[in-house]
């Protein structure tokens, strides 16, 4: 009924910047919350961002000042700005958003399939 559809990784240099896209689709009424998490090999996954309908966000430490999180509600559309990136950045980042499907009677959680984002130093 829904799916979530990341784009925009790839392989990038230390220092160089990335953009992500994640589109949603499907029977969509609403959608609050949207993020972006990633999970490195050997790591679990983590947080990295999050933006609300509102317009509020929040990051993890480790990329504030680098990672911008922004929302085009129209578009049900969510994006990463990664700038300054650096090795450490290297993971697949899965977009995840809380939806509420049209019949349905409660706020779901959805994930896309990833994108890999690669930086080499």
């Known amino acids: 009924q829904v799916q979530l559809v990341e784009s925009g990784g790839g392989l990038a240099q230390a220092g160089g910047s990335l953009r992500l896209s994640c589109v949603a689709s499907g029977s969509i009424f609403s959608i609050n919350r949207m993020g972006w998490y990633r999970q490195a090999p050997g790591k679990e996954r983590e947080l990295v961002a999050t933006?609300?309908?509102?317009?509020?966000?929040d990051y993890v430490d480790s990329v504030k000042g680098r990672f911008t999180i922004s929302r085009d509600n129209a578009k049900n559309t969510v994006y990463l700005q990664m700038n300054s990136l650096e090795p450490g950045d290297t993971a697949v980042y899965y977009c995840?958003?809380?939806?509420?499907?049209?019949?349905?009677?409660?706020?779901?959680?959805?994930w896309g399939r990833g994108t890999q984002v690669t930086v080499s130093s």
């Open positions: 933006i609300v309908g509102g317009g509020s966000t």
């Open positions: 995840n958003a809380d939806i509420w499907v049209t019949g349905a009677k409660a706020w779901g959680g959805y």
